[in-house]
C-alpha cells in the first residue's frame, strides 16, 4: 500500500540554521503531498501542499517541492526561529481502489528542536 | 473560539470503562474523521464519515464506534476501553472534495490504567 516515510528525529538546530526534513513517499498514481506541523499540546495544522509533480508548496518561509523521479517531498527553510519547535508530519493523499474516498496517509513525525 | 472543539482534553478512566470522546466543529465541513496518535507511528485513521449517513471504518476501528449525531457533531466511543488504547486522539474536518486539507482539534489524552 501507500505509504510516508520521514528522517528520524529530533532535529537539533541552532536559531537561523538552515533546515531540511526529509521524507519520501511510496504510492500508485499520483497523490497530493502534504507538510502538516503541530506545536505542543495543539492538533496537526496544514503547512503546505502541493497537488502534482513539480509543484512547489510554500508557506511561513517553508517550502517543498513535489518531485516524482525521486518520489520525494523535502521540507526546507533558510533559517529557522525558536518558535518552529515543533513536530513536522508528511502526507500524501491516498484513494483506495473503488471506495471513492481520498484519505492521508501520514509519516511517523519528525521533532524539530531550535535553540536561541 | 476553536473551529475544531474536542472534549475532553484530557481522560484517565479503568480498564473495561466505557469512554465517549465528542467533536464538534463550526466549519460546515461534510467529512469528518478521528485518529489516534502514538509515539513512533504517526496518526491512524478509526473512522470516517462523509455526512451524517455515511460512516466507515478506517484502519484500526476494531474497539472502537462512532456517532454522526449532525453534521456539526463526530463522537467516538470506547465500549470496553483497554490498557493499549491509552494514546491521543484527534477529530479532523475536511470539505467534500478530492485534495482538500483536513483541520485538527487540539486531541484528547486518553490513559487507560
Known amino acids: 500500500g501507500n505509504s510516508v516515510t520521514q528522517m528520524e528525529g529530533p532535529v537539533t538546530l541552532s536559531e537561523e540554521a538552515f533546515l531540511t526534513i526529509n521524507c519520501t513517499y511510496t504510492a500508485t498514481g499520483y497523490p497530493s503531498l502534504f507538510w502538516y506541523v503541530q506545536y505542543p499540546g495543539e492538533g496537526l495544522q496544514l503547512l503546505l501542499k502541493a497537488t502534482k509533480a513539480d509543484d512547489k508548496g510554500s508557506n511561513k518561509g517553508f517550502e517543498a517541492t513535489y518531485r516524482k523521479e525521486t518520489t520525494s517531498f523535502h521540507l526546507e527553510k533558510g533559517s529557522v526561529q525558536v518558535s518552529d519547535s515543533a513536530v513536522y508530519f508528511c502526507a500524501l493523499s491516498d484513494t483506495p481502489q473503488n471506495t471513492g474516498f481520498q484519505k492521508l496517509v501520514f509519516g511517523t513525525g519528525t521533532r524539530l528542536l531550535v535553540s536561541p | 473560539d476553536a473551529d475544531v472543539t474536542q472534549t475532553p482534553r484530557n481522560r484517565i478512566t479503568k480498564t473495561g470503562k466505557r469512554i465517549m470522546l465528542e467533536c464538534s466543529q463550526t466549519k460546515g465541513h461534510d467529512r469528518m474523521y478521528w485518529y489516534r496518535q502514538d509515539p513512533g507511528l504517526g496518526l491512524r485513521l478509526i473512522y470516517y464519515s462523509f455526512d451524517v449517513k455515511d460512516i466507515n471504518k478506517g484502519e484500526i476501528s476494531d474497539g472502537y464506534s462512532v456517532s454522526r449525531q449532525a453534521q456539526a457533531k463526530f463522537s467516538l466511543s470506547l465500549e470496553s476501553a483497554i490498557p493499549n488504547q491509552t494514546a491521543l486522539y484527534f477529530c479532523?474536518?475536511?470539505?467534500?472534495?478530492?485534495?482538500?486539507?483536513?483541520?485538527f482539534g487540539d486531541g484528547t489524552r486518553l490513559s487507560i490504567l
Open positions: 479532523a474536518t475536511s470539505r467534500g472534495r478530492d485534495n482538500q486539507p483536513q483541520h
